[in-house]
């Protein structure tokens, strides 16, 4: 297929080479030249503006958050007024529910199609098509794109016709996974302080009852108190809890372990934690119960 | 191993007949005498006090919490005055890390050994010597010991010298199940009322991330709204967020999360859940979004 | 003086006739036209547009939340085209620290002056000239403004140049009232639970360490139950809590109790109590734990 | 009247001197003999035993903690044999729920009578005979108290029957507070933070709608930062906190406010204050913020 792309991060470049490695063209726009550059020689065809990358089959936007989808979309010389009728929006980032609506509603009375197809996994996971997709909207549009999400990664999830369904699934996600590290903190804390090796507790636990990624590779960082550099990092797990208790207020649904995990966030960028990996919730918590940061420190 | 088994409750009876399959020999007391009956065609040799039963070569407590366990050693014909010098008590249910403490210094000055050993498991697990055990004590002791936890299932862990150790671990696992039960219930409160079906949300979930058999399970009881019968109820529930709290509070670590999990206990003990089962929480999660019970009771 | 006033709601009504009896001159505008005509005899003189209230001294803005100031600010007819070079806008609603400061960025902008003073009191304080007034602005703006004041209310603070300190000052406040509300709720459930009369209880708190009106009037409407009607209704202060949430998180200042703060509104407005006094954080408490909602209901 | 009293920290020092310039005749028991020493010269007649103290009309107990009631009442040589039938034990500290039960039991089991006094007031407000006494008893025991009650403070409200009411709204009382001074130690670091002076912030509220001297005394120790010497060490608050959640507990009263500034107290003693007073919650809510402890330290 003939895909444009906006935004070339770390998820953005890996998505674009495993789409070329399937066979699409992709022309792509990145607000930052030198990232685009870099990806000239895997075949890339630059553009020089989001409306440059509007042509084709679909145009995708994995771009940082909801005010940067809104500059890319609603901007001018932006994916809205670029895309024809009948023209595919296709968002693959981790943005507001409300947004997600607000853009469904514009394509809608542009006669153009949005789906939100967000996707779980790291930037490796986004180079080697490892992703899971998680797509919804309209079915005929959601057909258009099957060969792309199949470019992304083996796993695809279509949750139903509404697009922002999609960001809901993609936010619960994340919230679940926010609540495993805050839980593996204080756990840890508090085996630590008590005299339990944390390293034979976490081998014993995902050995049995939580045999599962997220267990294994988040205990593992919390253990070795290794929060740097950051995967995924603190700015960006907040963002997503304040993203999940905005859409969950607007239902009317209160999530107090969601509120819990949002201060210890803020806790941790203003203790000065704002480059490290979401999982330093591990430090906090230590530092907390008044323990050097890891074991390795001395505990 | 000629051992004698104080407890017959579901788990007891269960380790009972694990340990007589293995070709032990067992004499067991239960303080309503009909658990003990119903055991005796298995082989079960019946006793009429905790003392009677503390002959051989240990005497297993499985009782269902802190001071029933008080009651069995510390009273009158109790195991304490009962068991010989170099006798050996072992621990097997989920008692706070403070009696943990206290009853290892009382066998100690009495001359006598004493493991603790709390099990990971249901009773249908403990039947069919699918336990995993987290043991601590001294090594001599834990040695004498491992023919009964190999009876008991495949899956030991030894944690140190210090036998209150082994309950720290049960109760940090029992903590983070706790997590998972109130992560999941405000998760799925989050979607439902969003319109996600939360049945292909959570197949989703425990496809990818959350593989784990602990997100599984209860997963499906929430979703299902299945609280009833109780495979470990509320207040059982609660005790260990308490003993986890109370043990936390004692090294000075504060576990906010813990915290707010207890106040869920609570609240659905007080809105008359009492003999539901743990995984309870996602109906409060759901009535406090003002949903029906369960996806099937018609959202 | 002569001046401009926008939003006539239950508050915005009563400072008019404030004003109005200490002399000066208003013209005012409100979406909805009766609340305009019943003032007109009062001597306000109407305004079809919020531009049309922009002559004279200053105008004043008193609406519900921060959408209703950008439509009356930065709409067309709004107050930022129409108020010469050197006009003046006093926001007197409890808005944004964030919107505040893009008031303040705009006004100057356009070379006019803008000044915060939310207020402290419900509609018949405004009625009665008994508001508190808390004003943050440039020094000559303030003096300006301050016979507009002292016609509002007897108690001024100024808080400094930075008009958005103002919003700061109130919002600090109205989180304060609400945890006063969210503590008495809990303890008056705990006391009446706990077979304590919790009026004796709350006459004796008040007339010692808390002899304080917050305490008075609100520990008052909670063990009566009497929730309805609502002087304040509970959408507004949920508003007013995360208002205080946002304006914190951008300082990376964690409040974890008014994040348990913001969870119980939520769940009342998810329960049904929309409608309701924000004191109804009082009937949560009490169905948390299992009591009928007041005490002359049979508790 | 003839009294016994057990217990001569700060508070039962200062009772002592209020009880003798009342004309009341004191035969006093300490654990430390120093204190009892110290009293001897105002009249005090010094007992050698709880069990000495317990003659005359009644015996009081202000002793630190549940552990230290037992001690003196059930211990060899306590209150409980030493009092003779009809005898009455009068208890002054905050003390459990349950312990006042229990005490009220016993007693009656003995044939013996038993009152719970608890008070209100600092060290310095019992010696001027200004303390605020919340009593729970039979009715002809509180009346034979009540020249007591009066030579303690001007202040008696007499709850009912049942000692341990008086308890309840003891811990009530101390959670309020407690509530306070989280509240006003988020409030002020928000303010801090923002930009606001906070004893411009503080003037203002507690001339408003917060001027009630729990306000006012706590929140100049946290703008000022003075959190040493403690007048109620951090530990004390922590024990109050737990109490009330204990008692709470048993009532299926959730308590999610109460939950987190137990939390809060305990993350004060892991980070090394725990001799500090209790308003410390104040360095803990700008800790987290990343502020330094108090204004003065140059924020």
């Known amino acids: 297929m003939e895909v444009g792309l906006v935004g070339l991060g770390n998820m953005g470049s890996g998505i674009a080479k495993s789409l070329l490695?399937?066979?699409?063209?992709?022309?792509?726009?990145?607000?930052?030249?030198?990232?685009l550059d870099a990806?000239?020689?895997d075949g890339v065809k630059p553009a020089a503006t989001p409306?440059?990358?509007?042509h084709g089959d679909a145009v995708l936007t994995m771009v940082a958050d909801d005010s940067a989808v809104e500059a890319v979309v609603f901007g001018s010389s932006g994916v809205l007024s670029a895309l024809p009728k009948g023209g595919l929006h296709v968002s693959l980032g981790t943005i507001?529910?409300?947004?997600?609506?607000?853009?469904?509603?514009?394509?809608?009375?542009?006669?153009?199609q949005f789906v939100a197809a967000p996707v779980f996994g790291r930037p490796d996971a986004a180079e080697a098509a490892k992703l899971a997709v998680v797509a919804a909207g309209p079915s005929a549009a959601i057909e258009r794109c099957r060969p792309l999400f199949e470019a992304m990664g083996p796993k695809l999830l279509v949750v139903g016709e509404k697009p922002?369904?999609?960001?809901?699934?993609?936010?619960?996600?994340?919230?679940?996974?926010a609540s495993v590290l805050e839980s593996l903190s204080e756990a840890i804390a508090f085996a630590r302080k008590s005299g339990v090796d944390p390293t034979v507790l976490l081998d014993f636990l995902t050995s049995t009852l939580f045999n599962a990624p997220v267990y294994k590779t988040y205990g593992g960082l919390i253990v070795e108190g290794k929060y740097e550099p950051a995967g995924f990092a603190v700015p960006l797990g907040l963002k997503d809890v304040r993203l999940v208790l905005q859409a969950a207020e607007a239902q009317s649904v209160?999530?107090?372990?969601?509120?819990?995990?949002?201060?210890?966030?803020?806790?941790a960028?203003?203790?000065?934690?704002?480059?490290?990996?979401?999982?330093?919730?591990?430090?906090?918590?230590?530092?907390?119960?008044?323990?050097?940061?890891?074991?390795?420190?001395?505990?």
């Open 164 to 177: 922002s369904l999609a960001n809901v699934v993609k936010l619960t996600g994340n919230f679940l996974i």
């Open 21 to 35: 490695r399937a066979g699409h063209r992709v022309t792509a726009y990145n607000r930052t030249r030198s990232h």
């Open 96 to 112: 507001s529910v409300s947004l997600s609506d607000r853009l469904a509603a514009a394509h809608s009375n542009a006669g153009q």
């Open 51 to 54: 409306a440059d990358a509007c």
């Open 39 to 41: 990806l000239v020689s």
């Open 254 to 267: 209160p999530m107090p372990l969601a509120s819990v995990i949002r201060d210890r966030f803020i806790t």
């Open 269 to 299: 960028i203003a203790r000065g934690n704002q480059h490290s990996d979401w999982s330093v919730l591990g430090r906090i918590a230590a530092e907390d119960a008044g323990l050097p940061a890891a074991k390795t420190d001395g505990a």
